[in-house]
C-alpha cells in the first residue's frame, strides 16, 4: 500500500491537494514532490496543501514541505498549508517554519487570502 | 532488550519503526513514549542509512531497544565515516530555515530526553537516546 494518496480539486485558479497518508522519508516525500512539479509544469502555482488526513510527517517530509514552497515561489506562486494536526503544527514550530509558512484551519478563509 | 541488524536502504527505516513500536507497547510504554520512540527511530535510522553507511548494503545498521527501569533506550550505530554533531548548521537560524535537509537530529533532541554522540574506535557513529518515564 502506498504511504500516501495525494487527490487534486480546483477552486478557481487555487489548486487544492488533499494528502492523506504518512509524508515521509521516500514514497510519500517522492509523491509530493512529483506532483508539485508536474503543477507547475502546467502553470499552475496557486497551491493549497490540505495536511488534514497526514497522520505522520518526519524531518523529510518538513524538508519537501519547504521544498515545495520554494518551487512554488519561484515560479512566482504562493504555497499555503491548511489543516495542520496539532502533531504537525508542533514540528513546524520547533522548526520555526510557523514563520514561513501561512496556514489555515479552514478552507474558505485559505481560499479567500490567495485573492 | 531487542537487537537488531539492518540493511543499509530506506525500506529499513519503516521496518525499525514497526519493530521498535511493537516492542514499546508490549512494554506499557505510553502514546508519549510510543510517538517520541517512533520518531527518534525514523530520523536516526535513517541518517544512519543515508548519512552514515551511504545506502552501501554491504554495511548494516543496529539498533537496540532497551526497556529500562528509568525509560526507553535506544541506540543506532552505523558504520560509515563519522562526523561531528556540531558541524551540522542549526536548522532554525534563518539563513538554514529554507534548507530541505538537516531537521533530524533537531526533531530526536526535542522528542527524547537523552540524545549523546561517540565515534567508535572501530569506526562509524553511534547515537544514544533515553525518553524518560
Keep these: 500500500m502506498a504511504d500516501i494518496t495525494i487527490t487534486e480539486r480546483q477552486a478557481g485558479?487555487?489548486?487544492?491537494?488533499?494528502?492523506?497518508?504518512?509524508?515521509?522519508?521516500?514514497?510519500g516525500s517522492v509523491a509530493l514532490r512529483n506532483t508539485i512539479r508536474r503543477l507547475l509544469g502546467e502553470g499552475k502555482n496557486k497551491i493549497l496543501l490540505n495536511l488534514g488526513g497526514v497522520g505522520y510527517i518526519d524531518s523529510s517530509g518538513i524538508g519537501e514541505l519547504v521544498s515545495s514552497f520554494t518551487a512554488v515561489k519561484k515560479e512566482g506562486g504562493v504555497l499555503k498549508l491548511l489543516s495542520l494536526t496539532q502533531k504537525i503544527q508542533d514540528l513546524l514550530a520547533i522548526t520555526k517554519l510557523l514563520t514561513v509558512f501561512d496556514t489555515f484551519d479552514d478552507e474558505p478563509s485559505a481560499l479567500a487570502s490567495y485573492n | 532488550m531487542r537487537q537488531i541488524e539492518l540493511p543499509s536502504r530506506i525500506e529499513s527505516v519503516d521496518e525499525a519503526a514497526m519493530m521498535a513500536d511493537e516492542y514499546a507497547k508490549s512494554c506499557g510504554c505510553s502514546d508519549e513514549i510510543t510517538f517520541a520512540v517512533d520518531l527518534a527511530i525514523r530520523e536516526s535510522v535513517a541518517n544512519a542509512v543515508k548519512h552514515g553507511n551511504k545506502f552501501d548494503e554491504s554495511k548494516t545498521v543496529h539498533l537496540t531497544l532497551h526497556d529500562k527501569p528509568d525509560g526507553f533506550e535506544i541506540t543506532v550505530r552505523d558504520f560509515g565515516t563519522g562526523f561531528s554533531v556540531e558541524d551540522i548548521p542549526d536548522p532554525t537560524d534563518a539563513e538554514n530555515l529554507l534548507k530541505a535537509n538537516g531537521r533530524g537530529i533537531l526533531f530526536m533532541r526535542s522528542f527524547m530526553d537523552e540524545v549523546e554522540w561517540e565515534n567508535p574506535a572501530d569506526g562509524g557513529l553511534k547515537v544514544k537516546m533515553l525518553k524518560k518515564r
Design chain 1, 13 to 27: 485558479d487555487v489548486t487544492i491537494l488533499d494528502l492523506v497518508g504518512k509524508v515521509t522519508i521516500g514514497e
